[in-house]
């Protein structure tokens, strides 16, 4: 079962990148960019990263389709627009971090506060 999952989301990946490579060039090295930054941000398992992926190639192919400038498409903050992306998919290790990250601060502010009771 496991090989197969791999093979499967391997051919998707290679789907996607056929795709991205047939876009005009100023969509390709946008979708480039995105493409790594969303690897290290997105999803952490390969059905919701390949998911994420194929949705990316469908909104520049659509935009390129049409003619939407690449500027339009991920506003003034490409950062922002990925953000934005990322939220509609499950989140990868670094949302599980983020999530650590502000509980251990709240135990720290309770303990702080003296409410031991409810730091446990």
Do not use: C, H
Request: hydrophobic share 35%; no cysteine.
């Amino acid at each position: 079962m496991f090989p197969t999952r791999m093979i499967a989301e391997k051919r998707r990946y290679r789907q996607y990148k056929a795709r991205t490579r047939r876009l005009p060039a100023s969509y390709r090295t946008a979708v480039d960019g995105l493409e790594r930054y969303l690897m290290v941000f997105g999803p952490s398992d390969g059905d919701s990263l390949s998911s994420m992926l194929e949705d990316l190639a469908d909104l520049f192919e659509q935009s390129a389709a049409s003619g939407t400038p690449v500027r339009a498409i991920v506003g003034e903050d490409p950062v922002e627009f990925a953000a934005a992306f990322l939220r509609n998919y499950p989140e990868g290790w670094t949302g599980k971090e983020r999530e650590r990250l502000t509980s251990a601060v709240e135990r720290a502010v309770r303990e702080d506060t003296g409410d031991a009771e409810a730091s446990r």
